[in-house]
């Protein structure tokens, strides 16, 4: 019932850009903070960008969260993307932002590949 779907990765070139959505269902996305992880092969998961609950959009160097509330959808927005953005990205909910946000629902993940 509860569920987070992560979709739009693909293949882009270096430089390019891409936006990634993360659909709700079961659960308000409105009363979450939520991060955006990736995860490359043969490396640990990496936060890459969260978004309160209070806020409708953050920024962090190449990376943009907002979020649309009545679809109950969140979005991240990637920029001037390197190889090394390659991983599978993955939205998830949690209570908070910080550091090391304790995620309380994950998405099974979107695969973003960075490459010429």
């Known amino acids: 019932q509860v569920q987070l779907v992560e979709s739009g990765g693909g293949l882009v070139q270096p430089g390019g850009s891409l936006r990634l959505s993360c659909a709700a269902s079961?659960?308000?996305?409105?009363?979450?903070?939520i991060g955006w992880v990736r995860q490359a092969p043969g490396k640990e998961r990496e936060g890459v960008l969260c978004?309160?609950?209070r806020d409708s959009t953050t920024m962090k160097g190449r990376f943009t969260i907002s979020r649309d509330n009545a679809k109950n959808t969140v979005y991240l927005q990637m920029s001037r993307l390197k190889p090394e953005d390659t991983a599978v990205y993955y939205c998830?909910?949690?209570?908070?932002?910080?550091?090391?946000?304790?995620?309380?629902?994950w998405g099974q993940g979107t695969q973003v590949t960075v490459s010429s």
């Open positions: 998830a909910a949690a209570h908070g932002c910080g550091s090391s946000p304790v995620y309380d629902y």
């Open positions: 978004i309160s609950s």
């Open positions: 079961g659960f308000s996305l409105g009363y979450y903070s």
